[in-house]
DNA sequence: CACAAAACAAGAGCAGTGCTCACTATTGTT
DNA sequence: AACAATAGTGAGCACTGCTCTTGTTTTGTG
């Protein structure tokens, strides 16, 4: 009862083997370092044969993509099971970004141009992390006193503002209402611009030794 | 008395026409669409031409980089010049990235790789929004009660992370209290993650319409 | 076991990139 | 008119993604 034949088994050994030199590619060289012909190269084949077991370099692409965001969350999940918490959860996706800041790029940088991710490949482990926040910040909302009391002037646009999140969410089997999505929202724009902000090196040179503590204080600051 | 010779004058012309195209160049097909080789064949020249007029792709690409972030704070300065406020630094940003949303990439996404823009070249135009984002705040928050009441446990390690900041701002000849530069970078990283997940695609479709209020309320969750 | 079918690999080739180098026009100044 | 600075040429190198044709190897099946 073998259900995989040794050229099977070949076949997925030889895959693996491409994700994990590209996965090498983009840590060294970043996204552009990711070339067919040099993982050609390295598994000592001629450029066109690696196009039996990718399609394009763009499909190759979608494939890192997603191993990143699987990688991420699961790091993500095992920080919130020893500390469930919001400044638990930024701390761990700082910490990712440290350990793979060309992976990071990857997926909360600037999209790869012409390459539109398939969403159905990439939607579910894209939005884990996002989908925990979400969960965090429900949790900690009492839910009696939902609406906020300031800032109800225009309660119609913000809540059609938020429509089509609430409805990736609802696709998701999750259901929050407006406050915390808005809630969520904050948070997760303010801890991904944070982390950009680190990895791109928008904010000048020397953050280096205090990047845990400017994400602590950015979370204190939300009042999270 | 002429200081421009008609060489000078057809020079400038060239090197101005070089920008322009880089520039459609960039709207049109992103960062990765920038060729020097197109923009000879535009200029109805031989490719090695060009380098005449930029040392690089890279040097083209940082008078690009300087340029975007000239016109982003031009924008924003004539924004605040109507409405001194936040939401009104906030939306203008918005603005400008739906009519250039490769040119937002371009300074507030993933760096280019393997290229570091010359601080000096662009560390001015650069800041200049986040520098104008810091005075709002300080105007707006009373001087007396600067250090809020909560989350006062650890004050050190919070001045200590923003220390690089605060340098930053201070060669810039800005001087910020504490308070003001963490609620600056709060709002700040806020700002460029939603209008970063909104250009990139990061929340999914369905938000063409509503960007700006979903700005607008994030702006007031965060109590600016 | 023999054989067709499927899978894999090779190698040439196309169109494009950045960039360099030696060489020739063109232009402005002495 | 002679000379030097500047502008432009065209060939070439090394690289990219990707396709197509040819040959080889492995596999499942009659």
Do not use: C, H
């Not at 009862?1 to 030889?14: D, K, S, V, Y």
Request: charged share 25%; aromatic share 6%; glycine share 6%.
């Amino acid at each position: 009862m073998e259900n995989t034949t040794p050229r099977q088994r070949a076949r997925l050994e030889t895959e693996a083997q491409i994700t994990r030199i590209g996965n090498r590619m983009v840590d060294e060289d970043g996204v552009d370092g990711l070339s067919l012909r040099a993982v050609a190269r390295e598994l000592g084949v001629v450029s066109s044969a690696v196009y039996r077991y990718v399609k394009s370099r763009d499909e190759l692409l979608t494939i890192l993509i997603r191993d990143a965001f699987t990688q991420i969350a699961e790091e993500v999940d095992a920080a919130l099971a020893e500390d469930r918490s919001v400044p638990s959860l930024a701390l761990s996706m700082l910490d990712w970004s440290r350990r793979y800041p060309n992976r990071w790029a990857l997926i909360y940088g600037t999209p790869v141009p012409d390459y539109e991710a398939p969403r159905q490949e990439t939607v579910v482990p894209g939005t884990r992390v996002m989908v925990a926040l979400t969960q965090l910040i429900a949790e900690a909302s009492t839910p009696p006193m939902a609406t906020s009391a300031p800032s109800s002037a225009e309660p119609s646009r913000t809540a059609q503002a938020l429509g089509p999140l609430r409805e990736g969410l609802e696709e998701l089997g999750i259901d929050a209402d407006d406050a915390v999505i808005m809630r969520t929202l904050t948070v997760w724009v303010a801890i991904i611009g944070a982390v950009n902000g680190l990895r791109f090196g928008q904010f000048g040179p020397g953050f280096d030794d205090v990047e845990a503590d400017l994400v602590r204080a950015l979370i204190a600051d939300l009042g999270a």
